[in-house]
């Protein structure tokens, strides 16, 4: 059974750009929730994906944006690149929206 | 508004010797949930184990328990017999409610174990 899945590992732009980073949900799970995590720091919630819809976001600009898919798998984009934007992004996925979150194993974001 | 804390940044434990990694939380809701993951260098955050604000037995899984003293407001991990690849960091995280019935984690800035041989 796979696991939670991100793609790319690593990922190196600079400033002003845009990215989008993907993320595949362990089997049977149809809700997705990205997070943000700095250095040295835990995890800061971004939004959380369920039907196709965003149903919550956190405290991030607009600048950060999401789809999810019919089967499931979600993106994170991110336009205008700044600085501080450099973070592993994680990918959680459950079984539904209030379960247990299961992580992948992120991508690393270095914005130049 | 919702909280965790982690006071200890490292902690250092011997192989074989068991090892209690602190947390406590702040919140107004009744019902809640803890948690804990484990992060290697690797990145991927790895779940450990959950504690319901309602289950009445602390939550154990293989060598991992976790103390849940309601009234202090802790969530304790304790790992008993440490092993080498239990060096990582680790996260306490509290699912917050939201509305329409979805949720968030919060988590608190980690503790780092060094497991020593």
């Known amino acids: 059974d796979a696991g939670v899945t991100q793609s790319p590992t690593h990922l190196i732009k600079t400033r002003g750009q845009q990215v989008t980073l993907r993320c595949s949900p362990k089997?049977?799970?149809?809700?997705v929730s990205w997070y943000q995590q700095a250095l040295g720091q835990g995890p800061q919630f971004i939004f959380q994906?369920?039907?196709?819809?965003?149903?919550q976001r956190g405290n991030f600009p607009d600048r950060f944006s999401g789809h999810q898919f019919p089967n499931y798998s979600s993106e994170l984009n991110v336009n205008a690149l700044l600085l501080g934007d450099s973070a592993l992004y994680l990918c959680?996925?459950?079984?539904?929206?209030?379960?247990?979150?299961?992580f992948g194993p992120g991508t690393r974001l270095t914005v130049l | 508004a919702q909280k965790i804390t982690q006071t200890q940044p490292g902690m250092f434990v011997q192989e074989k010797e068991a090892v209690t990694l602190d947390c406590t939380y702040d919140?107004?809701?009744?019902?809640?949930?803890l948690f804990w993951y484990k992060q290697p260098s690797s990145g991927e955050m790895i779940f450990l184990i959950y504690?319901?604000?309602?289950?009445?037995q602390n939550a154990t899984e293989g060598r991992y328990s976790l103390n849940f003293q309601k009234a202090r407001k802790s969530a304790n991990l304790v790992i008993s017999a440490s092993q080498l690849g239990d060096s990582a960091m680790y996260f306490c995280?509290?699912?917050?409610?939201?509305?329409?019935?979805?949720?968030?984690?919060?988590f608190g800035a980690g503790t780092r174990l060094a497991v020593h041989p």
């Open positions: 959680a996925s459950s079984l539904g929206p209030g379960d247990t979150q299961y």
């Open positions: 089997s049977g799970h149809d809700t």
């Open positions: 994906y369920y039907e196709e819809e965003e149903r």
């Open positions: 919140t107004s809701d009744q019902s809640y949930g």
């Open positions: 504690q319901g604000s309602y289950d009445e």
């Open positions: 995280a509290m699912r917050e409610a939201l509305s329409g019935g979805y949720n968030k984690l919060i």
